[in-house]
């Protein structure tokens, strides 16, 4: 079946980058997204990327994935107090003809100064 | 340009009442939409997707319902709450033309059953 897994937190230095790692199952994904959320709040697309790129970058944020491996990172450069949230991963799946999206259970990222 | 919405913010309901969450979609026609929960500290579990007007596909079989009256609405519902529903709900869209693998969020319900 589908998985999606994550580490659950991460620590870094303000100004340092911070790089979010992520794990999927379904080979078939058509497109992997990572998702920001803030406290309280619904979540905001960041970026998203097609599988048949390595690479995507987007100003700050830069997006590895490895197909092989089904391994998905975001790394955020010069990171910010602002970034502290909880990142999402998800894989994009077909179930029943309809797209849906496979979420991790998020990384908590705390940037202190 | 789309934004979607979400009522109540906040709610706190007994143990046995009814529920009923509103979500609703602007400025796109005929979106794909979702219903998911958040469990506190967890991922997101997706509960309910619609394709159309009174087309809903449930995920999981729980104590909740959906429905889809208007193209734009979407209603999450329950007739009666157990603690276990207790959670963030976060409703989604996803257009069907142009950008359709940008699946987009509410602000969320946060749903306290007590």
């Known amino acids: 079946g589908e998985d999606v897994e994550q580490s659950l937190f991460l620590s870094v230095r303000e100004g340092d980058s911070s790089v979010i790692n992520c794990t999927y199952t379904?080979?078939?994904?058509?497109?992997l997204y990572w998702y920001k959320q803030e406290p309280g709040a619904g979540l905001q697309l960041l970026t998203y990327i097609f599988s048949n790129m390595d690479m995507k970058q987007d100003q700050r944020l830069t997006v590895l994935l490895n197909k092989k491996d089904k391994h998905l990172s975001l790394r955020i450069a010069d990171t910010q107090t602002g970034d502290s949230a909880i990142y999402f991963c998800a894989e994009s799946t077909l179930s029943g003809g309809y797209n849906k999206l496979i979420f991790g259970a998020g990384t908590r990222l705390a940037v202190h100064p | 340009s789309q934004t979607i919405h979400q009522w109540p913010a906040t709610l706190v309901q007994p143990v046995g009442s009814p529920l009923s969450l509103e979500c609703t979609v602007e400025?796109?026609?005929?979106?794909?939409l979702y219903w998911y929960r958040q469990a506190a500290g967890r991922g997101l579990q997706l509960l309910f997707y619609?394709?159309?007007?009174?087309?809903i596909s449930s995920e999981v079989p729980q104590n909740l319902s959906a429905s889809r009256p208007q193209d734009r609405q979407f209603i999450l519902s329950s007739k009666k709450l157990l603690l276990s529903d207790s959670g963030f709900y976060l409703c989604a869209w996803r257009p069907i033309a142009g950008r359709v693998y940008e699946q987009y969020f509410g602000p969320g319900t946060r749903l306290t059953v007590t």
């Open positions: 619609s394709v159309g007007i009174g087309q």
């Open positions: 400025g796109t026609s005929n979106p794909n």
């Open positions: 379904d080979s078939s994904s058509t497109y």
